[in-house]
């Protein structure tokens, strides 16, 4: 795993239907992806062995196929596909693009891995449950 920090940005006008913000990112231990669909396009029927999938829709409105059966998602909704488990994206808008942001793990999720601080200074933190929230910025 890489140490530090990196940064990228979601790029809607992208030429390639796939962006991998994984690899822009230097991520090792999950795959985040854009996926933009122009009207009519869908992407290869497909499963992953090992790897679960969960679709956030950016903008437009996403046909999800799960072992042949549809469902319709439109922006801000989201779907989790299970491994060995046939998917397609398709977008089936004739007049707008669909956004996606595809997200890919294999390893369980480690949970409750945290440390907070009360300040940038502070060396030794406690789990982030037991730290309380700081008080909001006035602006």
């Given at each position: 795993?890489?140490?530090?920090?990196?940064?990228?940005?979601?790029?809607?006008?992208?030429?390639?239907?796939?962006?991998?913000?994984?690899?822009?990112?230097?991520?090792?231990?999950?795959?985040?992806?854009?996926?933009?669909?122009?009207?009519?396009?869908?992407?290869?029927?497909?499963?992953?062995?090992?790897?679960?999938?969960?679709?956030?829709v950016?903008?437009?409105?996403?046909?999800?196929?799960?072992?042949?059966?549809?469902?319709?998602?439109?922006?801000?909704?989201?779907?989790?596909?299970?491994?060995?488990?046939?998917?397609?994206?398709?977008?089936?808008?004739?007049?707008?693009?669909?956004?996606?942001?595809?997200?890919?793990?294999?390893n369980?999720?480690?949970?409750?891995?945290?440390?907070?601080?009360?300040?940038?200074d502070?060396?030794?933190?406690?789990?982030?449950?037991?730290?309380?929230?700081?008080?909001?910025e006035?602006?």
């Amino acid at each position: 795993m890489e140490t530090g920090v990196s940064y990228a940005k979601l790029d809607p006008d992208h030429p390639e239907r796939f962006l991998s913000l994984r690899r822009e990112l230097g991520v090792t231990t999950i795959g985040i992806n854009q996926i933009r669909l122009r009207p009519g396009q869908r992407g290869r029927i497909h499963l992953h062995h090992h790897q679960e999938e969960v679709f956030l829709v950016l903008a437009g409105t996403l046909t999800l196929g799960v072992e042949g059966e549809e469902r319709v998602l439109t922006q801000g909704e989201l779907a989790r596909v299970a491994p060995g488990v046939k998917r397609q994206l398709v977008n089936r808008d004739p007049n707008a693009d669909v956004l996606i942001l595809a997200l890919g793990g294999a390893n369980e999720h480690v949970g409750r891995d945290g440390e907070a601080f009360t300040s940038w200074d502070q060396e030794t933190g406690a789990p982030p449950q037991e730290v309380p929230l700081p008080e909001d910025e006035a602006l």
